[in-house]
């Protein structure tokens, strides 16, 4: 029988089980290939708070690894990948840390969070450089080496533009060409265009280089489109969807832009009048026609004079689209020629990593599934 005090002893002993069994332990993994062919674990590290983001350079084998609760923590691999040491904490945000970029030309770690903050710090002092506030949280980051330019594309549909110094940065422009907001960026530094993913499930490649403002369109999946990556000596653009859709883009073709959608207050092609032209209802005696507009050439069309459906590949449409009759019998066959490849991954991709040395791809699901993929067959 417990006395008083050893009831209290053995209720207190009760609460700390408790609480010992309620404590989560959150970890970085490393993953080698071992001679069965098969991946198993290396080495562990614990983290204090769930891993949100990171980012890997082969060269110095360091590892930035984004925190829930805002911090940067670094470490470095050893040849073998044995062992992970760590070098320092960069109290970089003030909430998770959504994307991480390490720039070794520079020595500089970049990075966004649900702060709304993007941040630089140098990686050999560890200190800030410098920040800017965006208009939304960031979900996408990119940067380039030789102009010192930073793509930051937000949850509001916008992609701004900055340029960064040592320790101060200047906006340089913003632009928005989704419905959706961004989900993922891709910098092409030779081209120098950008690709922006979005989750109204299209993705559009803008030519920064050009100055010309020219955005072209790709649409190939079902659902929003969630991670980006690009085979440069190929120009073989990879994007991974909602849908589970692995599409690969040839972008070494001349594409076209998708043409404005003209403004009328009647058919295009046989002037009957839209549902909200009473004036051209009333003289004409007939009931207004539901809005429509073909893809190709963007007039407002009715429904009968656009009743055919066509894929135009270099305008990024795969799936067949509305277009109007003459526009129909205008495409030829060559035209209708796919310009990407279609893969279904099986899962719900969150995240991709392209080896092009190796021509594999990495990616990982909502179903905590990792899968390799060899992609030479298509990817050449």
């Given at each position: 029988?417990?006395?008083?005090?050893?009831?209290?002893?053995?209720?207190?002993?009760?609460?700390?089980?408790?609480?010992?069994?309620?404590?989560?332990?959150?970890?970085?993994?490393?993953?080698?290939?071992?001679?069965?062919?098969?991946?198993?674990?290396?080495?562990?590290?614990?983290?204090?708070?769930?891993?949100?983001?990171?980012?890997?350079?082969?060269?110095?084998?360091?590892?930035?690894?984004?925190?829930?609760?805002?911090?940067?923590?670094?470490?470095?691999?050893?040849?073998?990948?044995?062992?992970?040491?760590?070098?320092?904490?960069?109290?970089?945000?003030?909430?998770?840390?959504?994307?991480?970029?390490?720039?070794?030309?520079?020595?500089?770690?970049?990075?966004?969070?649900?702060?709304?903050?993007?941040?630089?710090?140098?990686?050999?002092?560890?200190?800030?450089?410098?920040?800017?506030?965006?208009?939304?949280?960031?979900?996408?980051?990119?940067?380039?080496?030789?102009?010192?330019?930073?793509?930051?594309?937000?949850?509001?549909?916008?992609?701004?533009?900055?340029?960064?110094?040592?320790?101060?940065?200047?906006?340089?422009?913003?632009?928005?060409?989704?419905?959706?907001?961004?989900?993922?960026?891709?910098?092409?530094?030779?081209?120098?265009?950008?690709?922006?993913?979005?989750?109204?499930?299209?993705?559009?490649?803008?030519?920064?280089?050009?100055?010309?403002?020219?955005?072209?369109?790709?649409?190939?999946?079902?659902?929003?489109?969630?991670?980006?990556?690009?085979?440069?000596?190929?120009?073989?653009?990879?994007?991974?969807?909602?849908?589970?859709?692995?599409?690969?883009?040839?972008?070494?073709?001349?594409?076209?832009?998708?043409?404005?959608?003209?403004?009328?207050?009647?058919?295009?092609?046989?002037?009957?009048?839209?549902?909200?032209?009473?004036?051209?209802?009333?003289?004409?005696?007939?009931?207004?026609?539901?809005?429509?507009?073909?893809?190709?050439?963007?007039?407002?069309?009715?429904?009968?004079?656009?009743?055919?459906?066509?894929?135009?590949?270099?305008?990024?449409?795969?799936?067949?689209?509305?277009?109007?009759?003459?526009?129909?019998?205008?495409?030829?066959?060559?035209?209708?020629?796919?310009?990407?490849?279609?893969?279904?991954s099986k899962h719900n991709i969150v995240h991709v990593h392209f080896d092009a040395t190796r021509g594999w791809l990495l990616t990982s699901g909502t179903d905590k599934v990792i899968k390799l993929w060899d992609m030479t067959p298509v990817v050449s």
């Amino acid at each position: 029988m417990l006395t008083g005090q050893g009831r209290d002893a053995a209720r207190t002993a009760k609460r700390k089980l408790v609480s010992t069994e309620g404590i989560f332990t959150w970890t970085v993994r490393v993953w080698l290939k071992r001679d069965s062919g098969q991946y198993w674990p290396s080495i562990y590290h614990a983290m204090p708070s769930p891993c949100s983001c990171m980012s890997f350079n082969p060269e110095t084998r360091r590892l930035s690894i984004g925190l829930d609760n805002g911090t940067i923590s670094e470490f470095i691999l050893s040849e073998d990948y044995n062992k992970m040491t760590p070098v320092k904490n960069y109290q970089a945000h003030q909430s998770r840390v959504t994307m991480i970029l390490f720039v070794l030309e520079l020595e500089w770690v970049l990075s966004t969070g649900q702060d709304k903050q993007f941040a630089w710090h140098c990686s050999e002092s560890g200190h800030r450089l410098g920040g800017y506030r965006t208009s939304a949280v960031a979900s996408g980051l990119q940067f380039d080496v030789e102009t010192r330019h930073v793509f930051i594309g937000d949850h509001s549909g916008q992609v701004t533009i900055l340029k960064l110094e040592q320790e101060n940065c200047s906006l340089v422009t913003t632009f928005r060409g989704h419905t959706g907001g961004v989900t993922a960026l891709c910098w092409d530094p030779v081209q120098r265009v950008l690709f922006s993913g979005s989750s109204d499930h299209s993705v559009i490649m803008w030519d920064i280089g050009g100055r010309k403002g020219t955005a072209i369109e790709l649409q190939g999946h079902n659902d929003k489109v969630q991670a980006l990556s690009y085979a440069q000596h190929t120009r073989q653009l990879i994007s991974c969807g909602g849908d589970g859709g692995i599409v690969v883009w040839n972008m070494d073709v001349e594409r076209q832009e998708t043409p404005e959608w003209l403004d009328s207050d009647s058919c295009q092609k046989c002037d009957q009048p839209f549902f909200w032209n009473f004036k051209q209802m009333w003289d004409s005696k007939k009931i207004g026609l539901r809005q429509h507009h073909c893809r190709k050439c963007g007039k407002a069309v009715c429904g009968k004079c656009s009743s055919k459906r066509s894929s135009i590949p270099l305008m990024g449409f795969e799936f067949e689209v509305r277009v109007c009759d003459s526009c129909h019998e205008a495409i030829t066959d060559e035209e209708r020629a796919p310009t990407a490849t279609f893969h279904d991954s099986k899962h719900n991709i969150v995240h991709v990593h392209f080896d092009a040395t190796r021509g594999w791809l990495l990616t990982s699901g909502t179903d905590k599934v990792i899968k390799l993929w060899d992609m030479t067959p298509v990817v050449s």
